[in-house]
């Protein structure tokens, strides 16, 4: 029923449809730019390093933008920033066309595209609740956008690799260029959604009251349990995502003995599989779950997959080991929605219409922030010891991670996280 009623809201689809269209544009010129760094960077001792800066250059804009994105897009129309956001990122993405072979304008260039990018993601994540009106739609429309989200992903990284050697590099940049004006193109679509504010604030008033925010809403969410739970859980899951997105190449070589765009139908295409499963099976059938429990079952199996993932080449001779990779993957990717979703899911209830963005701003420079050391750390030391090494310490940290907060968490019982109690918030 959920689904039917958000298949139904016109313009829950043009916001769906702009994200699937700007989810495989990103991710498909993040995987061509995973493989064009890695092998411009193969003939020295740091290939892993290189790709752990490309990944730090989409990082850091978050760090130094989001907070103040996320409280910008509050007294804005959420759908003009969606559009031009997604226009900016169809021109940015052109001028690889001239600098792919210079590491340090990619790095540049990624870096700008992100910059751009810390607006539209608090814009449509606080636009979500502005067109899906009842509460008890948000878990569905959440798992909805995850789905899509991970199918862009196995799509994009699928498509990444068969397109750049039948048409050359330049064809991927044609076409993300096209899926981003694309998504710009529905987002003109959407009805205006200005958050509501008292007041008209001017530029030097907001930047002050930015400033002022940040310190206040930091604290409000490390002594609010119920933001602090969801927020720790997808700060996690993104600083996973961020290790494992910097060792795949070396890990396509070490366990597979193949180029990554080779092996992206083994360790990409189950991950995004899980994934899409995850959205659907949460989204559809665990509706009623409690969140809470299913985020900490979530991080401990997916701390025990990453530890069976390395040891897999010890212990493993071709094709068990495809297999065996492939399986780990897809459970990697499952606990993966499991996760996001939930938290997700959490934030949006526990927020207010006129501070969500803040909030989603806030949430999004904590991850990368969090996320900035580990897959900095990785990269050098995976080129210093072995990425199978580091994938297995990052592990066994996930594990003990989540059976300390199954501990410290384990009477948190939030208003709102069952389906039958959504009914009091409305």
Do not use: C
């Not at 010891?385 to 991670?401: C, D, N, P, R, Y």
């Amino acid at each position: 029923m959920a689904y039917s009623r958000l298949i139904k809201n016109a313009n829950f689809l043009k916001l769906w449809f702009a994200q699937i269209t700007s989810q495989l544009a990103q991710n498909l010129l993040n995987f061509a730019l995973i493989i064009r760094v890695f092998d411009l960077a193969s003939g020295t001792k740091f290939a892993n390093l290189a790709v752990s800066f490309l990944i730090l250059s989409f990082a850091i804009p978050s760090i130094i933008f989001a907070v103040f994105a996320g409280n910008y897009i509050d007294h804005l129309d959420r759908k003009k920033v969606l559009v031009i956001s997604n226009l900016l990122r169809a021109g940015l993405v052109l001028f690889f066309l001239v600098f792919e072979n210079n590491l340090f304008m990619v790095y540049a260039i990624i870096f700008t595209i992100s910059t751009i990018t810390q607006f539209f993601f608090p814009a449509e994540a606080a636009a979500l609740p502005n067109l899906v009106k009842d509460k008890k739609d948000y878990p569905s429309a959440n798992s909805l956008f995850i789905f899509t989200l991970y199918s862009s992903f196995i799509v994009g990284y699928s498509l990444a690799g068969p397109i750049i050697k039948l048409f050359g590099p330049d064809a991927v940049y044609y076409f993300t260029s096209g899926a981003f004006g694309l998504a710009a193109i529905l987002s003109m679509l959407l009805p205006k959604m200005k958050a509501i504010t008292h007041t008209s604030i001017h530029w030097a008033r907001l930047i002050h009251k930015i400033i002022k925010n940040i310190t206040t809403d930091t604290k409000e969410i490390f002594s609010d349990r119920k933001l602090l739970f969801p927020i720790l859980q997808m700060t996690l899951a993104q600083g996973i995502i961020g290790v494992i997105i910097v060792l795949s190449p070396s890990l396509a070589n070490v366990i597979l003995h193949q180029d990554l765009a080779s092996a992206s139908h083994i360790l990409i295409l189950p991950t995004g599989l899980g994934t899409v499963l995850g959205a659907i099976v949460i989204g559809q059938f665990m509706k009623k779950a409690n969140k809470v429990r299913i985020i900490k079952i979530g991080i401990i199996f997916a701390g025990i997959s990453l530890i069976f993932l390395p040891l897999t080449k010890n212990y493993l001779r071709p094709p068990y080991l495809e297999y065996a990779t492939m399986a780990i993957a897809f459970i990697l990717g499952f606990m993966n929605a499991l996760v996001t979703i939930s938290a997700q899911t959490l934030l949006q209830l526990h927020s207010e219409d006129e501070v969500r963005g803040r909030v989603f701003g806030t949430l999004n420079m904590m991850i990368n922030i969090a996320a900035t050391i580990p897959t900095l750390l990785a990269g050098l030391t995976a080129d210093l010891i072995s990425s199978t090494s580091v994938v297995l310490i990052v592990g066994m940290l996930v594990l003990a991670f989540g059976i300390v907060q199954s501990i410290i968490f384990r009477d948190l019982k939030p208003k709102g996280i069952d389906i039958h109690t959504l009914d009091h918030l409305s």
